[in-house]
């Protein structure tokens, strides 16, 4: 494309300059809004020149909005179709990288959606932001465990958008046994644990919250009531206690004297419930047997009280004391 350069009130503009388009719409990412003044002089043009600009753009298919006023300028707005974006070199790696570990077949009808933008982006990628990518995703590996429960791709979106719109469901449920029940249910979160996505959700007619597993639900359809949520609990400790506490036969109460993420590293939150408690934390887990649960506990590598029950607490004693017995001297 030529450049055109013509005079208007003694200064020098260029119209439709490709470089500077390319410039504009790298600040328009940047930034929610911008005045023509602020965009004239990080271009070094007229306010003219930037309104000139801003058209072109919308005929490239840029949604570009304007707001009038004093306080006004133009943001970039959601259009119809998708446009070129622009990414910065380490933009452009992280995006490359992060769909290639999404693509782990969590979520039906996705993983070739995936694998489409990537050959898009890998077409597109200098040859040194290419190479880049090849080296992460050749030493980069994940520990799946067992293969992950797909969830439907369209009732993936579904809940999504009724978690996000805040409008009551009805919904198809499946539970282990096959049989299916209709439910109302108030949706709030979805969160994934290892290889499954649940619904965290106000159950309307059992007036209490629940946790749905998101393959075993066969149809939604949002309707148009409106969501009031009191008091919505933590979704990710609401999971961890359906999935990590509850199902086992003996539930402990640890507290940890360590805080927030150091905490976590010691026990994810997929595995128990975090609670604060001061400079402390008291984390509840499951277990199948006292001595398993002991044997665990014991394992940790940091300072850990027992709370309850009292039979894990004298576990973890006699074995503390035994292993402290063989080592004296």
């Known amino acids: ?3 055109v350069s ?36 990080r271009l070094e043009v007229t306010s003219r020149t930037v309104r000139r600009d801003v058209h072109k753009l919308r005929e490239l298919g840029y949604p570009v909005d304007a707001e009038p006023g004093p306080h006004g300028g133009y943001r970039l707005g959601r259009g119809a179709l ?3 974006l622009l990414f910065e070199p380490d933009e452009a790696v992280a995006v490359a990288v992060g769909l290639r ?14 694998v489409s933008a990537l050959t898009k982006l890998d077409q597109v990628l200098p040859a040194s932001l290419a190479a880049r990518v090849r ?3 050749a030493v980069v590996a994940q520990v799946v465990g067992r293969s992950p429960d797909p969830v439907d ?3 993936f979106f579904a809940l999504a958008q009724a978690c996000r719109a805040g409008l009551r469901i009805r919904l198809t449920y499946r539970d282990r046994a096959g049989h299916t029940t209709e439910r109302r249910a108030d949706p709030y979160r979805m969160v994934r644990s290892g290889p499954r996505w649940y619904l965290v959700a106000f159950d309307v007619d059992r007036s209490a919250w629940r946790t749905l597993r998101m393959d075993r639900v066969v149809d939604v359809t949002p309707t148009r009531v409106p969501v009031e949520l009191v008091d919505p609990p933590d979704p990710v400790a609401l999971v961890a206690r359906g999935v ?7 539930q402990a109460r640890l507290r940890l004297s360590l805080s ?55 576990e973890v004693h006699q074995r503390a004391e035994a292993l402290a017995d063989l080592n004296l001297g």
């Open 82 to 84: 998708l446009p070129p």
């Open 135 to 137: 080296d992460v995703s």
């Open 244 to 250: 990590a506490v509850e199902p086992y036969a003996i």
């Open 153 to 155: 791709g369209t009732t």
């Open 6 to 41: 013509v005079r208007i009130m003694g200064q020098t503009d260029q119209v439709a300059d490709p470089a500077r388009l390319l410039r504009l719409l790298s600040l328009f990412q940047a930034r929610e809004s911008w005045t023509a003044p602020e965009l004239a002089v």
């Open 101 to 114: 570990l999404a693509a782990d077949g969590s979520v039906a009808e996705l993983d070739d959606a995936t």
């Open 260 to 314: 927030g993420a150091a905490a976590e590293a010691v026990i994810p939150r997929t595995l128990g419930v975090h609670e604060p408690d001061g400079t402390a934390t008291v984390v509840t887990v499951g277990g199948p047997t006292v001595g398993a649960m002991a044997r665990w506990v014991c394992g940790l590598g940091v300072a850990v009280e027992v709370l309850a029950p009292a039979e894990l607490r004298a």
């Open 1 to 3: 494309m030529r450049t």
